[in-house]
């Protein structure tokens, strides 16, 4: 790990940013500075180009490609990205004839179409008699929704992260007392935590920090609890004139807590 990068910096700027989990922080960052990158001049050097062809972008970082703007850019990616996905659908569609057992078989263009209903047919007959077999083409469109070129740069990036964060429980005290004092975790990124703690630190070191950040991540649970449960009691209307303490942003908080991510979050745009 000392021959990659340490986000010691990245890390130290999370939890100083005073949020509900300092691995959303980061990886909203991430995610913005990925958009930005596919999507600044980058689409014009070809091996970028190349790399988003063939990894392409799943259903949410595409629709956030689109909110973000940039036509051209989107198109360019687009257009290269449909010609390897036309061209081997093609081939794939040429090449394959599907029979009622959901198995390929040789003849397809003599004959053979009857009533099973052409190509087609066939994989709809393939999928009703035998689900779980599948053709080679659905098997392909299938492991083509498995990839994503910035949620595999992303990933890249947050096992680093995870990694350093190991680094900076053992190496760092100024580090440990600032998580210490901050808002914790949400649970899916704790459950991260957990499991890069669990498979880096030695069992004497699991036994000081796990129960540490267990005991943190509680204890903010608690605090959100106590806002949400206290914006409900807000709406009745004997304490209409009473304070609302730190509950009205409660919803999206919990619901930060509780998932991950920002769900109060503006489309994130182009600044150009």
């Known amino acids: 790990m000392m021959k990659e990068k340490l986000y010691t910096i990245e890390l130290t700027d999370a939890v100083k940013a005073g949020d509900e989990c300092p691995f959303c922080w980061l990886e909203r960052k991430l995610e913005q500075e990925s958009l930005e990158f596919v999507l600044g001049s980058s689409y014009m050097e070809s091996d970028v180009r190349e790399q988003t062809s063939e990894k392409g972008f799943c259903r949410h970082h595409t629709k956030m490609m689109y909110d973000y703007g940039n036509t051209l850019g989107n198109a360019w990616i687009l257009k290269s990205r449909m010609e390897r996905m036309n061209r081997q ?30 190509f087609f047919g066939r994989i709809f007959q393939s999928q009703s008699s035998s689900p779980a077999s599948g053709s080679e083409l659905e098997q392909w469109l299938r492991s083509e929704e498995t990839h994503c070129y910035i949620c595999g740069r992303m990933d890249t990036v947050y096992r680093r992260v995870l990694d350093t964060f190991v680094y900076m429980l053992r190496n760092d005290q100024d580090f440990t007392e600032l998580l210490m004092n901050s ?51 807000k709406y009745d209307y004997r304490n209409k004139d009473a304070d609302w303490k730190n509950s009205r942003d409660a919803v999206q908080r919990t619901m930060q807590k509780l998932t991950g991510g920002y769900p109060a979050d503006p489309v994130f745009q182009c600044r150009k």
């Open 183 to 233: 808002r914790g975790f949400c649970l899916h990124h704790f459950a991260d935590v957990l499991s890069v703690c669990g498979g880096k630190l030695k069992p004497q070191e699991q036994t000081e920090w796990l129960p540490r950040l267990g005991e943190l991540t509680g204890r903010n649970l608690d605090r959100i609890q106590e806002d949400v449960d206290w914006l409900i009691e």
């Open 89 to 118: 659908f093609k081939r794939l569609l040429e090449q394959q004839s599907i029979g009622a057992d959901g198995r390929k078989t040789a003849g397809a263009a003599s004959g053979g179409e009857g009533r099973a209903g052409g």
